[in-house]
Structures are given as C-alpha cells and as structure tokens.
C-alpha cells in the first residue's frame, strides 16, 4: 500500500503554534513525517512517500497542487497532518477528519483508535466534513481516501505533555502506520 503522508500548511504560513516550544504546525509535523517515513520499513507492506504543501498564494491552488502529485505517485491512501489550538487552554483531544467516503470513515476510525492509545487524550471522535468545510479541500481534492488527523492541541497542556518527547512522537508515528495497517490490509 502507498500512504502519501501530507505535511499541513507550508515553509511560508506554518499555522498553529505550540505554546511550549513556539514550534509551528508546519515544523512539528515535518519532523512527525520524518518519523513516519523512517518507522515505516517496521510495517514492511506499507510504503511511505512525504508530500509538503508549497505557497502559491492560494490556499486552494496549493492544496489541488499537493493531491496532485500524491494522485500522480498513485496514493492508496492520503493523511495529512495538523495539530489544532485554541484561545482556551482547556480544550484539549485528538481528532479525525474523514471525507465521508466508505474508505475514508473506515481510514478515520483505525487511525483515530490508534492515535487515542498513544496519546491518551480525550476522544473528540472522527468527523466528516464537506469540500467546503475547513480542511474540506485536502479530503476531497484527490482520488484515494483521505483523512486529515489533528492529534492534539497545540494550546493545551495535556496535549502539550503528551507529544513534547521524541518517544511520544515515535508513538504517534506508529499509531498512524498501525492504523493505516488495519484500515488497508
């Protein structure tokens, strides 16, 4: 199975920011991607290729752009990586987002019951949102089923202690592989 890893946002607007480190979405999940791609060689039949969102300056051209070329390597699967924030430091949780396709759903679920076990965070469940809806574009964009995952809160202590150490990262590299594993093979 092909798994196109989407790193969300890009080098020129890099999104959320961690509030403990004052690292970016853009940066944290380049280097979540990094370890995807080298945990990837444990789970011998999935096949990693790492895609970046490059700045056209339309959210819209870069998205098309990026499921572009994950259609074009012949993706079996798309997920791309986020992280959320909030004014609140209280909220806090991991969720999915999901195109509504059968496959997709099916993608959401595994990845969001493996990402709830690494983590331990609150379940803010799998959600299904339009080509409208925020994210819409990267779940609609391409041809294979594709989920978008914002694993924690970028705002929250809680989310914050549990993705802070490379340990954790590598956690949430698995989750993500075992969770693609189950949905596909």
Known sequence: MKLAIVVGHNAHAQGAVRQDTGETEFSWNSRLADIIKERAARFPSIEVRVFFRE??????????????QTDLWGADATCEHHFNSHSTTSATGTETLTS??????????????????????????????????????????????????????????????????????VRLADAILLGAQAAFE
């Open 55 to 68: 700045y056209m300056g339309s959210t819209t051209r870069e998205v098309r752009d990026v499921y572009r």
């Open 100 to 169: 509504g396709t059968k496959s997709s759903v099916h993608f959401a679920e595994a990845v969001q019951e493996e990402m709830l076990s690494a983590l331990g965070l609150r379940d803010r469940g799998e959600k299904y949102v339009s080509r409208e809806g925020r994210g819409g574009k990267s779940l609609h964009f391409g041809r294979a089923p594709a989920i978008l995952v914002e694993p924690f809160f970028g705002s929250s202590p809680k989310g914050l202690a549990a993705t802070d150490e490379h340990h954790e990262m």
